[in-house]
């Protein structure tokens, strides 16, 4: 199993989120922890990351990590709208 490590804002990222999507998250969290090798990887610039979705009443969010020997990285978490191009400008 990896080590987890987060990104410095990745905090204010869950700050405000209902119980039960923090749920479904740290669910994520130890499927990504054990394999993280087995999630998407994103195209182009951000090829070095991969993502995870997680639904929750109606609404697709997305959690992007990135493994770095033996610790994984969680960057960010939001919804789908604008994820990628806030993943971007946080990765800068």
């Known amino acids: 199993m990896h080590q987890a490590a987060f990104h410095p804002a990745f905090k204010r990222d869950i700050k405000n989120l209902p119980t039960q999507l923090l749920d479904k998250l740290n669910k994520s969290f130890d499927e990504v922890l054990i394999n993280p090798f087995r999630f998407d990887r994103l195209k182009g610039e951000l090829r070095e990351i991969s993502k ?3 639904r929750h009443l109606g ?3 997305r959690l992007a990590f990135y493994v770095q020997k033996e610790i994984v990285v969680f960057l960010m978490f939001s919804t ?3 994820f990628y191009d ?4 946080r990765m800068r």
Request: aromatic residues 16%; charged residues 45%.
């Open 52 to 54: 995870t979705k997680i």
């Open 59 to 61: 609404v697709e969010y």
């Open 80 to 82: 789908r709208e604008n």
């Open 86 to 89: 806030y993943l971007r400008r």
